[in-house]
């Protein structure tokens, strides 16, 4: 029985995860305490918020170029973004294109849910997760391997194909795909396979079953403290007031301006 209280109609992202992953106490406080946040992730505010937009934006012109509306107006800080995308487009199976794609499973007694960029499939079942990014550095292999998105988005289409696309899916067809605006023609491709399936799984249960487990008013803090910089909560765990600089946002792994388990609607 888990000790954890949840606020209603909670569902467990790779977002959620990936905070409880490296700072149980953010995870306390966004989620189960939805603490507003009393700070800005990164200074200069502006620079973030301009940063995030744009990322938004770049989701926004893919979701209507596969739904196959006009793009008719690209402003001019994206006008690189958006020739390279035009012009190294991933080779991707088939041609069914279904952008901005939620899907959602129960496991382990718990509701978990995605939402894929950009989901393509062939008649053979063969499947490719997209994942657009817009940061100015592109992380390492090892790093985005470790990422309960690459964890979770594989495992959660694996599941739940053949409501999606209407085809049952073996691990061996998935891909998850990342896509780099900024570089364009060096994307990442990560094969799924059975083994990976079954450990992803595991590390999913095991995982669900440490934060249901949690009986502590306060839960851990992360150690560290160099997360902390670039943390909304940082003033009420006494990790400080000043915020890390947008540099520091662009530079550390952990922290994407435009990751989101949220939707984009025309």
């Not at 620079?47 to 989701?59: I, P, S, V």
């Not at 800080?77 to 991707?92: E, G, N, R, V, Y």
Request: proline share 6%.
């Amino acid at each position: 029985m888990s000790n954890t209280k949840f606020p209603p109609a909670f569902q467990f992202s790779q977002s959620s995860i990936q905070d409880f992953v490296e700072c149980q106490r953010r995870f306390q406080l966004r989620y189960l305490l939805q603490q507003a946040w009393p700070a800005p992730i990164a200074e200069p505010l502006n620079d973030y918020e301009a940063a995030e937009r744009l990322g938004a934006q770049f989701h926004l012109l893919a979701q209507r170029y596969y739904l196959g509306v006009p793009v008719q107006r690209v402003e001019p800080s994206m006008l690189l973004w958006w020739d390279a995308f035009l012009q190294h487009q991933p080779t991707l199976p088939g041609v069914e294109r279904l952008p901005e794609v939620l899907t959602s499973a129960v496991m382990a007694g718990q509701r978990i849910t995605a939402a894929f960029d950009l989901l393509t499939y062939a008649s053979n079942g063969e499947v490719v997760i997209v994942d657009w990014k817009t940061s100015r550095h592109r992380p390492k292999r090892e790093w985005l391997d470790r990422r309960w998105q690459t964890i979770l988005y594989p495992l959660l289409l694996v599941e739940t194909a053949e409501q999606l696309i209407g085809l049952e899916v073996q691990p061996e067809q998935v891909k998850m795909l990342y896509w780099f605006a900024n570089f364009p023609t060096e994307p990442k491709i990560f094969d799924y396979s059975t083994e990976r399936y079954q450990q992803d799984k595991a590390k999913l249960e095991e995982i669900l079953a440490q934060i249901g487990s949690i009986d502590q008013e306060i839960w851990t803090l992360t150690e560290d403290r160099r997360k902390c910089r670039l943390c909304q909560y940082r003033s009420l765990c006494d990790r400080g007031r000043e915020a890390g600089g947008v540099e520091e946002l662009e530079l550390d792994p952990n922290v994407e301006l435009n990751e989101s388990d949220e939707t984009f609607v025309l």
